[in-house]
């Protein structure tokens, strides 16, 4: 799927979920991500939840997710829509906020 699929191999590991040239890297302090268009860095403490938005009123569609602490979208990492619940499980796993 252009730009945020996943037809090339996809790593996975208790800290790190990258695909392409794009990477979510969960550290002692920070989730951060990295790639052609996603520069986020967000405290571990604050996450609350995970969240996906499908953004639908553009040409095309574009999947974020957010990272969210009380009731604030703390950031956003855009995805692939084949990505969306795969990542979301991912980082709510391995935030132990499931």
């Not at 990477?23 to 990295?34: M, P, R």
């Not at 790639?35 to 040409?59: C, D, Q, S, W």
């Not at 692939?80 to 619940?85: C, M, P, V």
């Amino acid at each position: 799927m252009g730009l945020f699929g996943t037809k090339n191999a996809k790593t996975i590991t208790d800290t790190e979920f990258s695909w392409k040239d794009i990477k979510i890297k969960i550290t002692d302090t920070y989730v951060e991500s990295s790639g052609l268009i996603n520069f986020v860095r967000v405290p571990k403490k604050h996450i609350e939840t995970v969240t996906y938005e499908i953004k639908t009123g553009k040409v095309s569609m574009s999947v974020d997710i957010n990272l969210v602490g009380k009731g604030v979208v703390l950031g956003t990492i855009a995805v692939g829509i084949d990505l969306k619940e795969e990542v979301q499980d991912w980082l709510l796993k391995n935030l132990d906020l499931i």
